[in-house]
């Protein structure tokens, strides 16, 4: 079992930035893709980014250029680095694992975490 934990959520500016973390921990994530989701109040849980184990991204449309996803160097932790937040940012971001490579569908991953508020003020 792989367990996850997030931090880094907080109450930001619009136009401003934050750093989210996820850290793994229990069994091994060698091979593991790890990604981003977010749930808005009243929406689905929608895909961010992710990263494969040797560190290909992929990224939803609405957040490239402004996110950066990337793991450490002993690949136990995903980062994400927000940048130019908007107040549709706002939301519960989850980091979730996977034994495969990165996908854009939550029903891939059998690992989440248990999630960490964003809150982007205009």
């Known amino acids: 079992q792989v367990q996850l934990v997030e931090s880094g959520g907080g109450l930001v500016q619009a136009g401003g930035s934050l750093r989210l973390s996820c850290a793994a921990s229990?069994?091994?994530?060698?091979?593991?893709?790890m990604g981003w989701f977010r749930q808005a109040p009243g929406k689905e849980r929608e895909f961010v980014a992710a990263?494969?184990?040797?560190?290909?991204?992929i990224y939803t449309d609405s957040v490239k250029g402004r996110f950066t996803i990337s793991r450490d160097s002993a690949k136990t932790t995903v980062g994400l680095q927000m940048n130019s937040l908007k107040p549709e940012d706002t939301a519960i971001y989850y980091c979730a694992a996977r034994n495969y490579g990165p996908s854009s569908s939550e029903r891939d991953y059998p690992y989440w975490g248990q999630g960490t508020q964003v809150t982007v003020a205009s």
């Open positions: 990263v494969s184990w040797t560190g290909t991204t």
């Open positions: 229990g069994r091994t994530v060698t091979g593991h893709a």
